[in-house]
């Protein structure tokens, strides 16, 4: 038995992926971009392969997935035996230092975990390039999560996806001010899963063809802002483009409806919060949730976090800095040399994964 | 001193106004169609006119207009007065027998109530044509107003408007069965007026235009669907209509989010009951604020009454039919002989308007 332990951690887009040209491939309609995040959120996977494991299993948060949960990891792992060139049957554990669903995007550095440590345990040799398109596969935008800093999702034009992948537009350094203070407004499943609503959302929204149009043009002026640290007009991008993309949400048939009361809240507290500064200093974006996710600078943590306090419905903030991107580990493997799961636990309270 | 009174009622937009290309005319950028509702929802108005009265006056639900609230009235009373060629000033006494603000609709019922009552008591002989032409000066949709039945405000393409007004596509007894179930949502007042709401989502909502660039083949659409009474056809394109509006109104910046949580479980819950029935009964049109307008037919009102009696947050709900536009009273006068005007009050409970 061979295994590799990895840390990714997610990403929050700024320019958001919603639409997909090919649903096995897993290839976007159109490019994106985002900030990973610290170790403040993170995700811990150990993936061991061995020629005696009779079948693929998988165990995420301490439970064991069952057949229908497992189909997604199995894709997944297809693909990293298809680049490796081996059949044998792998196992998984894998835990959150987060709560899934509900915006949270778990399966992002998930899928990232995933790809990174079997490029570690199968010895594939992967560049980001590669390791980006080997995510891909597992959950669109994994392929943000492999690299740390600010990252571009390239959409690409080959049909095979070899030009669909992610690329490094500063690393974690260029901007080590940028904070993402995130409003968790609420913990439930979603209604409808973002798999499904970007579907639905090609199919049907009339306006969804406009917004593709001028995409691009939004993701280099998002580049140019953050390149010249200029956060006043990096934060009007990012509202605006979070806010277009929740139109063309809500324009689906069925309309699809992620924010909520106190999303709204949030909206109007930015706004008066930016309006009393004078200038945007706090921009919030919305993913296929109600959670805020409030971009903004350091100093300005404190501020947002007292504005925030004073929405009701909030359940807790989380400040996050920009990450470095996956990390390798020596030590603190899920899995057991005789190849049991070990006892583990993520300790919300020391923010760290605990393995007995 | 001479006088008219005249009762008018809101309507409802299936396909909406919002934007205009002349602030002064009030001269829209886009075709709309609406039903004018039955006198469950009206407006009383009495106009009078008189050498002898020093300065137009109004007042509005009994309240003595401010200098302020008087400005929208003496634009309209201008536009009247420019239509008779007289300088004569007027009294206007006004009620609603319903809830202003929070995307009722008064001003439409109003300003039509305004422009009928001035065409009795000048006898400026106007056709509909006309009336609508001086009801759309004071307040857009109120053009809308002037006529019964399934309302077209055509969009018109000339400079000063004498091509934008209403006409009636369909009297009330084409569908009597048509019924608009209002879930009356937050009587508060809203945050962004409509006036300013539209100006801003034309400067700055990159999904608006392409909005315009379809909305003449929906207006078709529905027109063609209310001609052939198809609910199943015009209940979807109602809905995607207002979730298309509301979708460009989330896409100005800053936002505008009329939607609220309760509007959203509306929304959801007309889904469902439609999905049970196993074909369109029942469409949601949401205006300028969060309360919904719930197009059905006869048949469905107890089951849609049901529905929205188990939804949280819903005050309370109005059923309304398909109305015949405008009532000349010869009497209720809300103005005495003597120029004075006569206490008055609107019964809730009775759902009439009481003069002593």
Redesign the interface.
Known sequence: MRLATVEATPNIAVVKYWGKRDEELMLPNNGSLSFTMDETLKTRTTLAFSPEFKEDEAWINGEKLDEKALKKVIKALDAVREAAGTSEKAKLVSINGFPTAAGMASSASGMAALACAANEVLGLGLDSKGLSILARRGSGSACRSVLGGFVEWRRGEKEDGSDSYAIQVTDENHWPEIRNVIAVVDHGEK?VSSRAGMKQTIETS??Y???QQ?LPKVIEDVKAAVLAKDFNKFG?LVM?ES??L???M??????I?Y???VS?EI??AV?EYNENAGKIVAAYTFDAGPNAHVYTTEDQVKGIKEMLSKIKGIQKTVVCKVGAGPKKLSDGHLIAEDGSVKKHHYDAEKNGIVVE
Chains 1, 2 share one sequence.
Do not use: Q
């Open positions: 209604k009339p306006l063809s406009a917004r001028y009007e605006r806010n277009d929740h139109s063309v809500l324009d689906t048939w069925p309309p409806l924010l909520n009361d709204k909206i109007y706004h």
